[in-house]
């Protein structure tokens, strides 16, 4: 045993930093194979085990307990990322199966951030199981359009839903011994040329839309890695970015952990590891011998080295200390059962004319149509697919759920619908572009499926249409169904969850993470998507999802935050309060309806006067309440004044405006049924600062710096302040900056050093 390590397999991180060599600090920074970092025996120091898994735990046996040195052939690793799943399979040969629980779409529309949690304590149990020490997830990127690839993997097109989920997945995870890589940071939002796409996205948007669920979930739940992406955000690589992984994630939040790459996605090695990129996955001897160059040539430094050798070396040793928490099985079944209540949960109910649920008694014939019912579609393609322990049927489950005295045929097409009481029907969207690798080219359902639905419901029977799809989708056919219930894909207990959801044994209580559009024209990305000669602008700015809508005027086809249930709620006069650093609101909420359920309430902010352009409305809190028929009760639900604020790009920081903010409670961004104002203090002048070519309307505008510049040049010039004041006034409309602006109005010349003196004067007194 090293003199460093103890018997529980700790070790003293700067007292192995302090013996390693360069060979040695190349290897730890470098990993072990596919999925271990490198073991250092000498100091000991143990392997880490990491695997990915958003939504489960997909542990490749071959690659992880082999223990092979240099990293695996790269076709092993593109035929992962590459593969076209049916939903079930897996790749890279023998791999352990484990619960594939809802996907990071689905189980974000229950709107639970306790149900996240839940889902990161059973990814941890199982994580147990297997030995391994860090999963790869949870994916917080945005979905900003629905035609992403990935889009399945995320939560939502909202970053504050998005860090709620992802904060209560991450919590679950380390608090029951696993780490977290919270990832991909960032803008990591298409498929398209994945690994050199630059995102050129402006900063207000950066900061407001794609970097803020990162940044809360960082302060909140302390990560232990996070996954720099694959992309290039505004010309630089994401794995070698300082400002990114340095400036911003470590300077201004605060963060202490490791940032690791994505799998090959580093180029530059002594760039990343000078930028704050630590570890460097997955072993690559190329890499490897890069970075022994750069260190030979000196083009990294002692501290850079030893600053990312620390933060893996910190790594390993919270993961060892965390081995005890973590259980050592964990029981299939318990988690089968888990899977199909969070399926349940999660799934949304967009439509439904009274047809739902099903009452067996009034029902004799029942046609069941689609693959789908016995070939469901529960998870996407990529690296996230899980080998599931077991897959519950629709149609087993549709069949029991209905009883015996019900008839219930399956069916491909359309054939003998006319004869049915009811229709079933299974669609979904191209399984080969619903993942990894590839984004998706249309809104449409597959091939034919639209078709089908239409004529289905030219039957005249009542049709319902249960819907597998990564995220949103356009429906020709809408207004000729009865009810559509969304699955998005909703893991190996989905077929459990619909029916139960059908006959109503289990409640429809999900609602919408993202807008649905009417047209693929109104995805707000639509005029710069996917972009061109390797540059994708983000047109939209902070008008991402239903900030578009809202601000553009357009009807969505369903809007954020939309679902249905089978009862109904009175949402009463919500009243607000600033109570020192908080926003606390009282929301009464009834349920009016004749059997228990659960309402989503959303909290919406409407910026009465802001100095901005602001969204119309933004989400800024929400909370979820269960109630008996009957039953009422007043859902209190607070949040930080801080969430009000937005970033000002003239001084670099977070900004609240003095102003008064209408908080509007609704069931969703298109439902809201009342509102209550507060008053935000200010904290920071609401005037842009000045600088050498700020206009002077901008400097007359402001009461302050007006004061300062007349007692200046009054002082400068030995004038009466009303005269300069008065000179002053007649500047108003120059378009030119204010110190050539006051040279040509007074007929003085600023030397440099009396510019300067102007400025500090006004920026005094501002």
């Not at 939502?156 to 029951?176: H, K, M």
């Not at 995102?199 to 950066?206: N, P, Q």
């Not at 803020?212 to 290039?232: I, L, Q």
């Not at 998005?488 to 077929?495: H, Y």
Request: charged share 25%.
């Amino acid at each position: 045993m090293s003199d460093n390590a103890s018997p529980s397999g700790l070790f003293d991180v700067e007292a192995v930093l302090a013996a390693l060599t360069e060979p040695e600090k190349v290897d730890l920074l470098s990993g072990r194979g596919m999925w271990k970092t490198a073991a250092l025996p000498r100091h000991g120091v143990p392997s880490i085990v990491m695997t990915d898994g958003t939504y489960g735990v997909r542990y490749s046996e071959e690659q992880i307990e082999n223990d092979q040195q240099g990293g695996f052939d790269l076709d092993d690793f593109l035929a992962v990322v590459n593969r076209r799943a049916n939903g079930t399979d897996t790749a890279w040969g023998r791999t352990r199966p484990a619960t594939c629980f809802p996907t990071g779409a689905t189980l974000a529309c229950s709107w639970d951030p306790a149900l996240a949690r839940q889902l990161g304590a059973a990814l941890a149990a199982e994580c147990g199981e297997f030995g391994v020490d860090v999963l790869l997830g949870p994916g917080i990127n945005l979905r900003r359009t629905p035609l992403g690839g990935r889009s399945y993997e995320y939560y939502s097109e909202d970053p504050l839903l998005t860090a709620e989920i992802a904060a209560g997945v991450v919590e679950g995870l380390q608090e029951n011994g696993v780490g977290a890589s919270l990832k991909h940071f960032a803008a990591n939002n298409s498929e398209v040329e994945r690994t050199t796409m630059d995102s050129v996205i402006e900063e207000r948007a950066l900061r407001e839309i794609y970097l803020k669920a990162f940044e809360r979930v960082v302060g909140r739940s302390d990560p232990w890695t996070v996954m720099s992406s694959y992309n290039r955000l505004n010309g630089v690589q994401t794995s070698q970015d300082p400002w990114l992984l340095s400036e911003v994630l470590r300077e201004d939040w605060g963060y202490r952990g490791a940032v690791v790459s994505d799998w090959h996605g580093i180029k530059d090695r002594a760039a990343s590891v000078r930028a704050g990129n630590d570890l460097d996955m997955p072993e690559s001897p190329a890499r490897k011998a890069a970075l022994r160059r750069a260190i030979d040539e000196k083009l990294i430094s002692t501290e850079d080295l030893d600053r990312a050798c620390r933060r893996v070396l910190e790594l390993v040793h919270r993961a060892v200390a965390a081995r005890p928490l973590r259980q050592q099985a964990f029981d299939r079944a318990e988690h089968h059962e888990l899977a199909r209540s969070m399926a349940a949960r999660s799934l949304v109910l967009l439509k439904n004319t009274g047809v739902l649920p099903l009452n067996p008694a009034e029902l004799k014939r029942v046609l069941v149509v689609g693959p789908g019912a016995v070939q469901p579609i529960i998870q996407g393609s990529g690296s996230a697919t899980t080998m599931p322990t077991q897959v519950d049927i629709p149609l087993e489950e549709i069949r029991r759920a209905l009883g015996e005295d019900v008839q219930v045929l399956h069916t491909d097409d359309d054939s003998g619908a006319a004869e049915a009481d009811l229709v079933l029907v299974f669609v979904n969207t191209d399984l080969q572009y619903d993942g990894e690798g590839a984004d998706r080219r249309t809104l449409n359902l597959a091939a034919g499926q639209d078709q089908l639905v239409q004529e289905l419901a030219a039957s005249g029977t009542d049709v319902v249409v249960l819907l597998a799809s990564p995220d949103a989708v356009v429906m020709p056919w809408l207004n000729e169904v009865s009810a559509v219930v969304a699955t998005f894909l909703a893991g190996q207990g989905a077929g459990r969850a619909i029916a139960d959801v059908l006959v109503g044994i289990a409640e429809p209580t999900g609602r919408l993470t993202t807008t649905f559009p009417a047209r693929i024209e109104d995805i707000p990305s639509y005029l710069t998507y996917p972009g061109e000669n390797g540059r994708h602008v983000y047109s939209e700015g902070i008008h991402v999802g239903y900030r578009s809508y809202d601000a553009l005027g357009r009807e969505p086809l369903f809007a954020f935050g939309h679902g249905l249930g089978y009862t109904m709620f009175e949402i009463g006069s919500v009243t607000a309060t600033v109570v020192g650093e908080t926003v606390e609101l009282v929301v009464p909420v009834k349920n009016t309806g004749e059997r228990q359920g659960r309402e989503t309430v959303q909290i919406y902010a409407e910026h009465q006067n802001p100095r901005v352009q602001r969204p119309l409305l933004e989400l800024v809190a929400f909370a979820g309440v269960e109630l008996d028929a009957g039953e009422s009760t007043e859902l209190e639900i607070a949040f930080p004044v801080d969430d009000l604020r937005f970033w000002d790009t003239s001084r670099q920081a977070w900004v609240l405006d003095g102003e008064s903010v209408r908080l509007h409670a609704g069931r969703s961004s298109r439902d809201l049924v009342s509102a209550a104002e507060v008053v935000t203090q200010e904290s920071a002048p609401r005037h842009r600062p000045v600088v050498r070519d700020t206009q002077p309307v901008f400097i007359l505008n402001n009461p302050a710096a007006r004061r300062a510049t007349v007692r200046f040049l009054a002082e400068t010039l030995n004038r009466t302040p009303e005269d300069v004041d008065r000179l002053l006034e007649y500047s108003r409309d120059s378009f030119i900056g204010i110190v050539a602006t006051l040279e040509r109005r007074f007929r003085i010349s600023f030397t440099d050093q009396q510019a300067e003196d102007l400025l500090a004067a006004i920026r005094a007194e501002v």
